[in-house]
Each structure stands twice: as structure tokens, then as C-alpha cells.
């Protein structure tokens, strides 16, 4: 369930780096009352860092950071056309020179319709997909994120939006075809 790490250069109150590495222990579980539980019966071993998934312990340390004031990667090149491009390790989404962040279900969901644009996705495999668990199929749950989704590819001016097919499900639709960025 956990892990230990060290990091030769971490600093242990952010303000300077250290010399001598230390401990920090990462635990991985999709419970959030697990997560309480971890934080308080391991309060003040070691730093501590608790992620529900896999996923977005990847996207925590997929990229070191750089020196103090230098950027870590250079910033992916703003696409000239209105395609939606979708930074992973970000956890962004861009079109053109808007930029708007994602939380780790509206990059789930997006990332899934984006697979196969044009597939009908039903509400039941949308949710198995997204939130990870099986038999608990909620439409509500689905609907609501579709609609914050919605939401914010309105607000990047893209062409792309999430439609309802009646009677089946969703699917991303959009004048050009999305671009995923990965690490």
C-alpha cells in the first residue's frame, strides 16, 4: 500500500534543499477514509503523501523539478489551428492560447471519449472507465462531470463538445481530431 522514497536535493520545509536525503512515504489507496486513517496513525514519522490511484501519482512525480526559477520542461508550442490538445502530465486542457486545468475525472472522461471519437460511449462504460468502479453505475455522477466538461470546452473555444445520443450515450464530437500530449 505504501512506499518509501528519497530525494537527494528535497527540501523538507520548501525553503532550501537539503544535503542529506530523508524519508517520504507514499501510500496509494482509493478510500478516502483509508487515507484518513493512514494520516493519522502515521502523523509525524515522515512526510507523507496520499493518492487515491496509480494515475495521479504518476502525474505528481512524472516530471522532476528543475532548479529554483527555471522551468521544468519547456512549455508544448500552442497549436496554430482550434484543435483541442490534452496535456496529460498536466492534467490540462488548450486550444489556441487558452488553458483551462482538469480535475483527475473531467482527464479521465475526456481522455476516454477522446480513444475513439466517434464511438457511442453508454453511461454504464463511461462510469466503469472513469471512476474505476464496477456495478456502481451511476448516471447522475456521469452527467454531472459531462456537464462541468461541457462547461469548460465552451469556455477554451474549441469546436469539441460532449453530446448526448438519446437512448445510448455520449460522445465527443468535434470538427478536428484531439491531440493527447504525454511525457
Known sequence: MG???????????????????FPLLIAVTSSPTERIRLAERLEGIAPLLLVADLDELRRLIATPPGPAGAPSQPAPAAPTDSAL??????????????EVDLTRLEHDLLICLTTEPIRVWSYAELHRSVWRDEGRERKADVQSL????RRKLHDLGTGATIEAVRGVGLRLTDRQEPRIGRA
Open 85 to 98: 490538445v490534452i496535456d496529460s502530465p498536466r492534467s490540462t486542457a488548450r486550444c489556441q492560447d487558452r
Open 146 to 149: 459531462v456537464k462541468r466538461l
Open 3 to 21: 512506499a518509501v522514497a528519497e530525494d537527494d536535493e528535497a527540501a523538507v520545509d520548501g525553503s532550501e534543499p537539503v544535503d542529506e536525503p
